[in-house]
């Protein structure tokens, strides 16, 4: 498997895949890789002839210093999953914040047409900034085709897309399921931080999602979003930090139900100093 940690050698290496006519995906990582990334890349590879993986904690989409000090970076574990993906088809990127902001770690600013301003955004200070600055160097550097992005981030696929479509960047949006444990918890690279009893106690999360969709079908948006409070101010481990129900495509919260639109459920919870975030589509 080929690593690289400078963006020049990377380039040199993508030109000359772009001369033999190579189609290439790209999957985006902060590293501490699961099966959620793995069902990624194996999509990405299905679709291309080769897939970069950039494995980058990137400082500037975090508003809280202490998550980034504690953040997983297990670069050997995540190279040994990837192997077991495909030994011969899949590029690592693993850039220094050196290689990706030189001497100047700082975000540009956007304008996501407000989808910036919901949800994250009103609880993670410039978050989508730090998103939009390094999802847009990465795709200048690597030029990819098609990149892959989850559902369970799905407002910062929503941003992407924007993105992509304000900067006019010849790379196709994909994207792709939330991967769950067996028992439904949402994969995430967090989730390795979990204690014992926050980790038993997390499925909750997805239980409660599935049920409000359940409500949905009959009540008001008020009704299940009173439900779903109530059903965490009565869970000793989880705190919920917030609940919303959103148009699917503008993400705003919803004032009054429509048949003719679509919504999803957007959830975040703490266990212990563990943030956790989920959604599901309602109808």
Request: with cysteine; aromatic share 10%; net charge negative.
């Given at each position: ?89 899949i590029v690592v990127y693993a850039p220094t914040v050196e290689d990706i902001y030189g001497d100047e770690v700082s975000s540009i600013s956007f304008d996501f047409d407000g989808l910036e301003y919901e949800m994250e955004g009103k609880f993670r200070d410039g978050h ?156």
């Amino acid at each position: 498997m080929i690593i690289f940690d400078d963006k020049i050698d990377l380039i040199a290496f993508v030109d000359g895949l772009k001369f033999k006519q190579k189609t290439l995906g790209f999957v985006p990582t902060m590293g501490a890789l699961h099966e959620g990334h793995s069902s990624l890349i194996t999509k990405g590879l299905e679709e291309n002839n080769v897939v970069v993986v950039s494995i980058f904690v990137n400082p500037t989409q975090f508003d809280n210093t202490e998550d980034l000090v504690k953040y997983p970076r297990t670069l050997d574990s995540d190279v040994a999953l990837l192997e077991n993906v495909s030994e011969d088809k899949i590029v690592v990127y693993a850039p220094t914040v050196e290689d990706i902001y030189g001497d100047e770690v700082s975000s540009i600013s956007f304008d996501f047409d407000g989808l910036e301003y919901e949800m994250e955004g009103k609880f993670r200070d410039g978050h989508f900034d730090g998103v939009g600055t390094i999802i847009k160097r990465l795709f200048e550097i690597i030029r990819p085709d098609r990149a892959y992005f989850g559902d369970k981030d799905f407002q910062q696929l929503m941003i992407v897309k924007k993105l992509v479509e304000k900067l006019g960047l010849p790379v196709t949006v994909v994207g792709c399921d939330i991967f769950r444990a067996a028992d439904g918890l949402a994969m995430s690279s967090r989730n390795m931080r979990l204690k014992p009893e926050h980790r038993a106690a997390a499925p909750f999360i997805f239980q409660t999602l599935k049920t409000a969709k359940e409500k949905f079908g009959t009540k008001s948006a008020k009704h299940v979003r009173e439900w779903v409070i109530e059903q965490f101010e009565r869970h000793h481990l989880l705190e919920l930090e917030y609940f919303i129900i959103a148009d699917a495509k503008t993400l705003q919260t919803i004032k009054r139900k429509s048949n003719q639109k679509s919504y999803r459920a957007f959830i975040a919870v703490y266990a212990s100093d563990i943030r956790l975030i989920d959604n599901i589509a309602l109808n």
